[in-house]
C-alpha cells in the first residue's frame, strides 16, 4: 500500500480553523475512540462552514440550490478520543462547471497531529430540477478565488487520485 504525503500539522493550523469542538462522548464507539461516521460528518460540517464566506450559506435549499456530495476518499491516521479537541482545515483543490474539488483535513489538537482526510467532489444542484447545474457566476468566481488563494499555499496537496472533476 502506498502511504500519500499529507501537510504537516503545523502547515495545516496556518488555515482557517472550522467546526472547532472537543470529541463528545456520545461520538466514541466500543473501540473507545470516535466513531467512522462522526468523522465523516464533522469533516462535513467543516467544510460546509469553508463554504458559507464563499456564498453557500446553509439555507441555499431555501433559495433552490444545494450541494450534493458525490464521491469521497476517506483516510484514517490517528484516532481521535472523547475529550480531544479537533478542528477541520479545508483546502479547495479546483472546480468544472458544475462540481467541486476539496480535501479537508481533521485534525487533532490535544496531541498535534492529523487525525482524517477526507477528499470529496460536490456538486452544485438546482433544487427545482434535483439536477447538477451550472455555479451560479458569484459563487463560481468565489470558489475560484478560493482555489487559486488555496493553490498559493507553501504545500502541496498529494490527492488520492482516485477522484477527479468531471
Do not use: K
Request: hydrophobic content about 40%; some cysteine.
Amino acid at each position: 500500500m502506498t502511504t500519500i504525503e499529507q501537510p504537516s500539522y503545523d502547515q495545516l493550523t496556518a488555515m482557517p480553523a472550522y467546526t472547532e469542538q472537543p470529541v463528545p462522548i456520545a461520538f466514541e464507539d466500543v473501540n473507545g475512540h470516535l466513531n467512522v461516521r462522526h468523522y465523516t460528518g464533522i469533516a462535513s460540517e467543516g467544510l460546509d462552514e469553508a463554504l458559507v464566506e464563499l456564498g453557500i450559506p446553509q439555507n441555499w435549499p431555501a433559495a433552490g440550490h444545494a450541494c450534493f456530495s458525490a464521491e469521497h476518499h476517506l483516510t484514517y491516521l490517528a484516532e481521535l478520543r472523547a475529550g480531544d479537541r479537533l478542528t477541520t482545515r479545508v483546502r479547495l483543490l479546483g472546480r468544472s462547471e458544475r462540481a467541486a474539488h476539496a480535501v479537508v483535513y481533521l485534525l487533532d489538537d490535544t496531541h498535534q497531529r492529523l487525525s482524517f482526510v477526507m477528499e470529496e467532489i460536490f456538486l452544485h444542484i438546482d433544487m427545482h430540477t434535483r439536477r447538477t447545474s451550472p455555479w451560479p457566476a458569484d459563487v463560481a468566481a468565489n470558489l475560484d478565488a478560493r482555489i487559486a488563494e488555496d493553490a498559493a499555499l507553501p504545500w502541496e496537496v498529494h490527492p488520492s487520485g482516485c477522484l477527479a472533476l468531471r
